[in-house]
């Protein structure tokens, strides 16, 4: 354990032999009894590391649950191999861990309040974190409607909508103009943008950022330079995608770069340009979003705008912690910074 960092109730359970979840209630006085064996262990680990109880932690465990659920809208069947999904959740189980607080993962198929009744506004779970809900997402409409319920959304914040839950998300504007910043200095004019599903907030907003870095940098944008593409691997939506993937890599004047709204895409435009015999980056740039996992095996390794999302996960769980203990969280609607990661799909423009 390094120096600079306080001791946390997992080294205490590690120390003392015991789970998290018996620290939790040593630390908060139930809700069930732990044996004098075990109490002794922890209160001696206690001491030993210096452990000083998170003021936060301590406070939610004092609730009737103890537990946090995690509703993942929209993912359906795909939510372990989303690697979306998945680095969120990642970054919730650590935080949650780290608290000594259960995590009830919820998710749907179609029928939302049937679903979701059985764990939300009962009493199961002392609040929720609600992932990537569409734009007019019913199951955002229907946290709206549970009085007291205590809730964050991770997903983009839609202006003028009287949302008062947290939200947190990337800084789509700001990480956008990052990607086209980096294709023109490399050279690129032409640069084209395929987005994600017109419905999906994530793919307006990257739309909208797009467009405007480009008039920022001087840059003209012709109509068919921006194709729809698709998050989703569903047939007619990845058909619509690879429709679009074909027009901009076979067009007579093509661009010279894309950017794409995700690294699914981004991923399915460069297997299409190898099979088409266009060649990354020397013919044609690729710069993704997300930097999942698979982003450093493409062919070439994409280029691609980083999401922070294990920090993004832990931060959504802290902030729901101070929203069930009454505490403020500011600012209300959060939006995190992504990074851009080079690899091997951009370069500068072939020459005129």
């Not at 009737?64 to 795909?78: E, L, T």
């Not at 802290?318 to 929203?323: A, E």
Request: charged share 20%; net charge negative.
């Amino acid at each position: 354990m390094r120096a600079n960092k306080p001791p946390t109730i997992r080294d205490v359970a590690r120390v003392a032999g015991v789970s998290v979840t018996t620290v939790s209630f040593v630390l908060s006085g139930g809700p069930r009894p732990v044996s004098v064996t075990a109490r002794e262990k922890i209160l001696a680990a206690i001491r030993e590391l210096g452990f000083r109880p998170n003021a936060m932690a301590r406070n939610l465990a004092s609730r009737q649950a103890n537990q946090i659920g995690v509703v993942f809208s929209n993912f359906g069947h795909r939510l372990v191999a989303n690697p979306y999904a998945g680095g969120l959740l990642d970054g919730i189980l650590d935080a949650g861990y780290d608290l000594g607080l259960g995590i009830l993962i919820i998710r749907g198929f179609g029928d939302w309040e049937r679903d979701l009744t059985p764990f939300v506004g009962n009493g199961r779970t002392d609040g929720t974190i609600l992932i990537a809900p569409l734009a007019n997402d019913p199951t955002s409409a229907l946290f709206e409607q549970l009085p007291g319920e205590r809730y964050v959304e991770i997903a983009p914040f839609l202006d003028g909508r009287d949302l008062q839950c947290p939200t947190i998300d990337v800084d789509n504007a700001g990480t956008i103009r990052v990607g086209v910043q980096h294709l023109v200095e490399l050279g690129h004019r032409r640069i084209a943008h395929i987005t994600g599903e017109p419905g999906h907030q994530a793919s307006i907003d990257r739309r909208a950022a797009f467009l405007a870095a480009m008039e920022e940098f001087g840059l003209e944008v012709p109509a068919n330079f921006v194709r729809e593409g698709s998050f989703s691997s569903a047939i007619t939506a990845h058909q619509t995608l690879l429709e679009s993937a074909r027009d901009l890599l076979t067009m007579p004047g093509r661009p010279t770069a894309v950017l794409c709204a995700n690294d699914h895409i981004a991923g399915e435009l460069l297997k299409l340009a190898i099979h088409l015999g266009v060649q990354v980056p020397a013919e044609m740039s690729v710069v993704g979003f997300d930097d999942h996992p698979g982003a450093s095996l493409t062919n070439p390794p994409l280029t691609s705008l980083g999401q922070p999302l294990n920090e993004m996960g832990r931060l959504s769980l802290r902030r729901l912690v101070s929203l069930i203990n009454d505490q403020p969280v500011e600012p209300l609607h959060l939006k995190v910074p992504g990074t851009l990661v080079i690899r091997n799909s951009t370069g500068p423009p072939p020459a005129a």
